[in-house]
């Protein structure tokens, strides 16, 4: 069933009807049968003042009626989506990571670093090429696509910065002691999705699972 939701919501003729989502633009007031705001001002334990990150106080934070979803709109400042957007494109997919990329496809030097590459490209088609192929790239425990597990065997450095990020919202939710210790980067080109799916890799199922995005208008 859910995943024919997401056939349904993802089609473009007939256009689906979007009456039944809940809209968190809509004025509260709205959607309020279905979410409950969370009051975050009381976090006075907490550094309020992270880099790249609104003051604890202006997130706005919602829970839905169903349990185990949290959905904060927008914490980070202009300065801090660019610095991780940078952070996934540039620096996130250079070896000794793991991304989707084939050696078949591609050469040792997109490989080892695919955004560099990409800025150094002349051909158009080749650009396009490497554009569209960059689908994901992991961090930490690398995650084995065929098993669904994590071994000590696949297991690199995790980034410190996106760590102390995943910390903080942790600690601002509640979580203590929380270390991140794999991270997945999905890259979508215009048009595409990620399709839907649970996430059911991580052994320790009372630790939270956090996902960033980071997106253009456009």
């Not at 309020?32 to 997130?59: C, K, M, S, Y």
């Not at 490209?121 to 650009?127: M, V």
Request: charged content about 20%; aromatic content about 14%.
């Amino acid at each position: 069933m859910f995943k024919e939701k997401f056939k349904y919501y993802k089609r473009k003729s007939p256009v689906p009807d979007f009456g039944s989502v809940i809209d968190l633009d809509k004025n509260f007031q709205e959607i309020a049968a279905h979410v409950h705001q969370v009051d975050l001002t009381h976090r006075q334990d907490v550094n309020e003042q992270f880099p790249g990150l609104e003051p604890i106080n202006n997130w706005v934070c919602y829970t839905l009626n169903s349990s185990g979803a949290i959905v904060i709109r927008n914490p980070f400042t202009m300065q801090g989506q660019r610095y991780w957007m940078a952070r996934c494109l540039k620096d996130y997919p250079q070896t000794p990571n793991i991304n989707n990329l084939s050696p078949q496809l591609f050469s040792i030097e997109v490989l080892n670093d695919w955004w560099q590459s990409l800025q150094q490209c002349t051909d158009i088609d080749e650009i396009r090429r490497m554009n569209i192929s960059m689908r994901w790239t992991t961090l930490g425990y690398h995650h084995d696509w065929d098993s669904k597990k994590y071994s000590e065997e696949k297991r690199g450095e995790f980034p410190k910065d996106l760590a102390s990020l995943s910390a903080h919202f942790a600690s601002v939710l509640g979580f203590k002691l929380y270390e991140a210790q794999a991270a997945i980067v999905n890259f979508y080109p215009i048009g595409t999705t990620l399709s839907a799916h649970t996430d059911h890799s991580e052994p320790n199922r009372t630790a939270p699972l956090f996902s960033f995005r980071y997106h253009s208008n456009s």
